[in-house]
Structures are given as structure tokens and as C-alpha cells.
């Protein structure tokens, strides 16, 4: 027992460094066979459609499960095939068609600024991290203050009502929007990299974080164990649910500091408050 003890962590090492090698391997094969454009526009676009589905993905299976059910948040309003459908065809129209100019302003950003894309020069895998998480508190910034002005009554029914079409969400719904909301609110995703873009990993690092952010906020369950709470302020699906239910309020996508600040989760605050109460009256 001893023995097989004190072989595993040359087990987990072993591992650690296969799965290490893989990378490098598989980095180095993309930087040889691919050009900078093709590694730039068409990868980025590889990387964002199927980390897109795959995070998604769990949310559209949890409907299937009736253990699920009770972390749904919204019960009286099913998700219905017809409702995915729909959902479905927007986003493919954005994937392929509306993101491209940020796939190809992507590249032009890398060449402007020569942004590395070798294996060597990687930055540690802790600074592309903190350079993820300062990407979400800027691009958290401007959705706020940008979803306020989408819902502002002048705007409303032109733009952001097409994303509302969802008053209960799935984890799918999360990029259905007008094409002018895409355009708008996805430049807040850039202004991160744009100041502290070192290496093209952090354009898909931070991509794929932003993606898990998103989808799970949008997921319409609320899942205790999430490891997402981790973060200090953020919202998460309770959060964000509610936005889509009462269509005010909490308009900030990640954290919930700045609806805080000007006041707009008081609705979200009483309405849960009320909820508490009356559980406690049925007891």
C-alpha cells in the first residue's frame, strides 16, 4: 500500500507534464503549418464557436434531468424545442457573419503591435490570469453602462428587445442579440486586450473566460456547488435571471458592484426579500 501510495504523485506529474508536452506540441504544429492571419481570424473563430457550444451545452442538457429542476430558477416557463430553434438561428447568423470583423480586427491588432504567437515567449500561466480578470472588471464597466443605454425607451424596441425575447434564458441565449448590441456591447471585450495584450493566448484565454461568464449568467439555473462564486461580487444566473424576468435592473454581466453603487438591484433585492417571507409564512 505504501508503495502504490507514494507513486502517486510521480502519477500526477507524470500527468502534469503529458498534458503540458500535448500543448506545447500542439502550439508549435499550429505556429509551423498556419499563417498569423489564418492562426488570427479563423482560429480565433474555431476557438470561440466551439467553446460556444460546449459551455452551453450542459445548460440545454439540465432540462433533460429532473434532478436539475430544482435549481432551475424560473419553473413556470419551460424551454421548448421550437424556443432553441430559434435561438439557434440567430446565433449562427452571428457567429458567422456578424463576429467577423472582430475576428479580422483581431488580426489587425496583432500585426499593429507585433503580438507574439510563439510558444516561447507564453507568458506564466498566473499573468495571463490576472490579466483575464482585469479584462472582466473593464468589459463589466462598459456593459454596464451601455446595457443601461440600450434600455433606455428610445432605444429599447429598436435593439435590445430582440435579446429579451427570452424572459426565462438558457445558457444558448447568451449571444442572441441584434447585430448593433453585438457590434456595441463586444467592444467591451476588446479594451482589455488592447491594454495589456502580451501573446495571443490572452486573446483566448480570456475569450473562453468570458464565454463560461456569459453562458453561465444567461444558464437559468442556480447551481449552489457553481465554482464561478468563488469571485468576490459576482452575480452569477440568480443575478442576471432577474434582469431578464423584471427587465430592469442588474444590468452589469459579472459583478454586482456598480448596481449597487447607482441602486439598481433594489428591485432585485426587495423582490427576493418578499420570496423569503413568504417561505417563511408557509413553514
Known amino acids: 500500500m505504501a508503495d502504490i501510495l507514494s507513486a502517486v504523485p510521480l502519477v500526477e506529474n507524470y500527468t502534469s507534464v503529458s498534458t503540458a508536452v500535448g500543448v506545447e506540441q500542439a502550439w ?21 464557436f466551439v467553446s460556444y457550444i460546449l459551455i452551453s451545452l450542459p445548460s440545454v ?5 429532473p434532478q436539475m429542476q ?8 419551460p424551454v421548448t424545442g421550437a424556443n432553441q430553434w430559434e435561438c439557434i438561428k440567430i446565433l449562427l447568423v452571428n457567429q458567422f457573419i456578424i463576429h467577423i470583423p472582430f475576428y479580422l480586427g483581431a488580426y489587425f491588432y496583432c500585426e499593429l503591435v507585433n503580438l507574439p504567437f510563439s510558444y516561447e515567449t507564453m507568458p506564466a500561466w498566473y499573468v495571463t490570469l490576472g490579466h ?22 428610445s432605444i429599447y424596441k429598436y435593439i435590445h428587445k430582440l435579446h429579451h425575447t427570452w424572459q426565462s434564458p438558457f445558457g444558448m441565449v447568451a449571444e442572441y442579440a441584434h447585430p ?22 490572452l486573446l483566448w484565454v480570456w475569450m473562453w473566460i468570458r464565454l463560461i461568464e456569459t453562458i453561465d449568467v444567461h444558464s437559468g439555473y442556480d447551481i449552489p ?4 462564486h468563488l ?20 444590468y452589469a454581466p459579472t459583478f454586482t458592484w456598480w448596481d449597487k453603487i447607482f441602486g439598481t438591484d433594489i428591485q432585485f433585492k426587495e423582490y427576493y426579500k418578499m420570496k423569503e417571507e413568504e417561505a417563511k409564512k408557509q413553514k
Not at 448593433?180 to 493566448?201: P, R, S
Not at 456547488?225 to 464561478?228: E, G, Q
Not at 461580487?233 to 423584471?246: Q, S, T
Open 231 to 250: 469571485f468576490p461580487f459576482y452575480g452569477g444566473a440568480k443575478f442576471h435571471d432577474f434582469h431578464h424576468m423584471n427587465f430592469q435592473g442588474n
Open 70 to 77: 430544482r435549481f432551475k430558477i424560473q419553473h413556470d416557463k
Open 180 to 201: 448593433i448590441e453585438t457590434m456595441l456591447l463586444g467592444m467591451g471585450t476588446m479594451w482589455g486586450i488592447l491594454l495589456f495584450g502580451n501573446h495571443l493566448i
Open 132 to 153: 483575464c480578470f482585469a479584462c472582466l472588471v473593464i468589459e463589466d464597466t462598459w456593459h454596464y453602462f451601455n446595457h443601461r443605454l440600450l434600455h433606455h425607451k
Open 28 to 48: 508549435r504544429y499550429m505556429n509551423e503549418n498556419y499563417s498569423r492571419f489564418q492562426i488570427a481570424t479563423f482560429g480565433s473563430g474555431l476557438v470561440h
Open 61 to 65: 442538457l439540465f432540462q433533460f434531468i
Open 225 to 228: 456547488l457553481n465554482p464561478m
